[in-house]
């Protein structure tokens, strides 16, 4: 089992920055995948960015550019810093952790992103 905890949320206004952190209750050296996924009000819930346990990162094409995902497996945490934000853009963002045939897979409470126009 892994809880993880994301925080760093709140309203921005567009073309402003937000780092988002998720912290896990275990190492998370040999978790196969975390990332990033997010859900807008009546529709589902997308990949935003995923990064491997060695590293590969793969991104929407809606985020490329603007936001980058890292992982610092000393701290069990993972981040997606956010820039150049727009509105559409808001929704809340959960945290993921995954083996890789999905077996173990485990969601964070989610955090809420809002950015203004």
């Known amino acids: 089992q892994v809880q993880l905890v994301e925080s760093g949320g709140g309203l921005v206004q567009r073309g402003g920055s937000l780092r988002l952190s998720c912290a896990a209750s275990?190492?998370?050296?040999?978790?196969?995948?975390m990332g990033w996924y997010r859900q807008a009000p009546g529709k589902q819930r997308d990949m935003v960015a995923l990064i491997t346990n060695i590293g590969t990162t793969n991104y929407a094409d809606s985020v490329k550019g603007r936001f980058t995902i890292s992982r610092d497996n000393a701290t069990n945490t993972v981040y997606l810093q956010m820039n150049s934000l727009k509105p559409e853009d808001t929704a809340v963002y959960y945290c993921?952790?995954?083996?890789?045939?999905?077996?173990?897979?485990?969601w964070g409470q989610g955090t809420q992103v809002t950015v203004s126009s």
């Open positions: 993921n952790a995954h083996s890789r045939t999905w077996v173990e897979n485990f």
């Open positions: 275990r190492s998370i050296f040999g978790i196969y995948a």
